[in-house]
Protein backbone atom coordinates (compact mmCIF):
# COMPACT_ATOMS: atom_id res chain seq x y z
CA UNK A 1 0.00 0.00 0.00
CA UNK A 2 2.91 2.43 0.41
CA UNK A 3 6.28 0.57 -0.05
CA UNK A 4 7.27 -0.73 -3.28
CA UNK A 5 8.16 -4.49 -3.27
CA UNK A 6 11.22 -4.33 -5.20
CA UNK A 7 13.07 -1.30 -3.54
CA UNK A 8 10.78 -0.49 0.09
CA UNK A 9 10.55 2.61 -1.35
CA UNK A 10 7.96 5.00 -0.23
CA UNK A 11 5.12 5.27 -3.01
CA UNK A 12 4.67 8.70 -3.57
CA UNK A 13 0.66 8.69 -4.80
CA UNK A 14 -0.09 6.80 -1.63
CA UNK A 15 1.45 8.86 0.90
CA UNK A 16 -1.39 11.19 2.06
CA UNK A 17 -4.09 9.11 2.14
CA UNK A 18 -1.41 6.25 4.40
CA UNK A 19 -0.49 8.98 6.84
CA UNK A 20 -4.29 9.61 6.44
CA UNK A 21 -4.82 6.37 7.88
CA UNK A 22 -2.00 6.64 10.49
CA UNK A 23 -3.28 9.47 12.24
CA UNK A 24 -6.83 8.31 12.86
CA UNK A 25 -6.71 4.55 12.84
CA UNK A 26 -4.89 1.94 15.33
CA UNK A 27 -3.09 0.98 11.83
CA UNK A 28 -0.91 -1.80 11.23
CA UNK A 29 1.27 -2.63 8.36
CA UNK A 30 2.21 -5.76 7.04
CA UNK A 31 5.85 -5.62 4.75
CA UNK A 32 5.95 -8.65 2.55
CA UNK A 33 10.07 -9.07 2.08
CA UNK A 34 12.50 -11.22 1.34
CA UNK A 35 14.40 -12.17 4.65
CA UNK A 36 15.36 -10.20 7.48
CA UNK A 37 17.86 -8.38 5.75
CA UNK A 38 16.04 -5.52 4.81
CA UNK A 39 13.36 -5.10 8.24
CA UNK A 40 15.72 -1.63 8.74
CA UNK A 41 15.25 -0.85 5.73
CA UNK A 42 11.45 -0.78 5.89
CA UNK A 43 11.34 1.29 8.93
CA UNK A 44 13.76 3.88 7.73
CA UNK A 45 11.87 4.73 4.97
CA UNK A 46 8.43 4.82 7.33
CA UNK A 47 10.20 6.69 9.62
CA UNK A 48 11.38 9.58 6.55
CA UNK A 49 8.08 9.69 5.23
CA UNK A 50 6.32 10.80 8.49
CA UNK A 51 4.42 7.64 9.36
CA UNK A 52 5.70 7.97 12.90
CA UNK A 53 4.79 11.11 13.48
CA UNK A 54 1.41 10.53 11.77
CA UNK A 55 0.47 7.81 14.32
CA UNK A 56 1.92 4.96 13.01
CA UNK A 57 3.66 2.62 15.86
CA UNK A 58 6.86 1.05 14.99
CA UNK A 59 5.54 -2.22 17.07
CA UNK A 60 2.47 -2.46 14.53
CA UNK A 61 5.28 -2.53 11.81
CA UNK A 62 4.98 -6.79 10.99
CA UNK A 63 7.19 -8.65 8.20
CA UNK A 64 6.32 -11.16 6.48
CA UNK A 65 7.89 -13.64 3.48
CA UNK A 66 4.51 -15.10 2.17
CA UNK A 67 1.28 -14.04 0.95
CA UNK A 68 -0.38 -16.84 3.29
CA UNK A 69 1.87 -15.14 6.11
CA UNK A 70 -0.07 -12.32 5.61
CA UNK A 71 -3.51 -13.76 5.59
CA UNK A 72 -2.86 -15.49 8.94
CA UNK A 73 -1.37 -11.95 10.26
CA UNK A 74 -4.64 -10.63 9.19
CA UNK A 75 -6.80 -13.64 11.01
CA UNK A 76 -4.65 -13.46 14.31
CA UNK A 77 -4.84 -9.82 14.51
CA UNK A 78 -8.97 -9.42 13.36
CA UNK A 79 -9.11 -5.93 12.40
CA UNK A 80 -12.58 -4.02 12.39
CA UNK A 81 -10.85 -3.78 8.34
CA UNK A 82 -8.03 -4.70 6.35
CA UNK A 83 -7.09 -2.87 3.02
CA UNK A 84 -5.22 -4.12 0.41
CA UNK A 85 -3.17 -1.67 -2.58
CA UNK A 86 -5.86 -3.53 -4.90
CA UNK A 87 -8.78 -5.33 -5.85
CA UNK A 88 -6.64 -8.62 -6.40
CA UNK A 89 -5.38 -8.42 -3.00
CA UNK A 90 -8.46 -8.04 -1.70
CA UNK A 91 -10.28 -11.01 -3.69
CA UNK A 92 -6.61 -13.14 -2.23
CA UNK A 93 -7.64 -12.52 1.47
CA UNK A 94 -11.22 -12.90 1.21
CA UNK A 95 -10.98 -15.69 -0.37
CA UNK A 96 -8.91 -16.92 2.78
CA UNK A 97 -10.98 -15.29 5.32
CA UNK A 98 -14.62 -15.41 4.69
CA UNK A 99 -15.73 -12.73 7.61
CA UNK A 100 -12.79 -10.43 7.23
CA UNK A 101 -14.19 -6.88 5.78
CA UNK A 102 -11.38 -5.70 3.35
CA UNK A 103 -11.31 -3.09 1.02
CA UNK A 104 -8.77 -1.20 -1.13
CA UNK A 105 -6.42 1.69 -0.38
CA UNK A 106 -9.19 4.33 -2.56
CA UNK A 107 -12.41 3.12 -0.95
CA UNK A 108 -10.20 3.85 2.65
CA UNK A 109 -9.80 6.86 1.42
CA UNK A 110 -13.63 7.72 1.01
CA UNK A 111 -14.24 6.30 4.11
CA UNK A 112 -12.41 8.31 6.02
CA UNK A 113 -13.48 11.35 4.56
CA UNK A 114 -17.16 10.35 4.67
CA UNK A 115 -16.00 9.43 8.49
CA UNK A 116 -13.71 12.06 10.05
CA UNK A 117 -15.14 12.81 12.96
CA UNK A 118 -15.06 8.99 14.03
CA UNK A 119 -11.57 7.24 14.72
CA UNK A 120 -11.22 3.77 12.63
CA UNK A 121 -9.98 0.98 15.15
Same mark, same amino acid.
Given at each position: MILRENDFSIIQENLNSFLSICSKTKAFIIVKVPDESVFDTVLSNLESCGAFRSG? &????? =??????????? =??????????????? /??? /???? &???????? @? @?? /?? =???MLQDNTEKPVN
Amino acid at each position: MILRENDFSIIQENLNSFLSICSKTKAFIIVKVPDESVFDTVLSNLESCGAFRSGL &SKHRV =MFCQYPNGRVS =MVQQLQPHLHVELDA /EGV /EFVR &SKLIRQNV @T @TL /EN =MESMLQDNTEKPVN
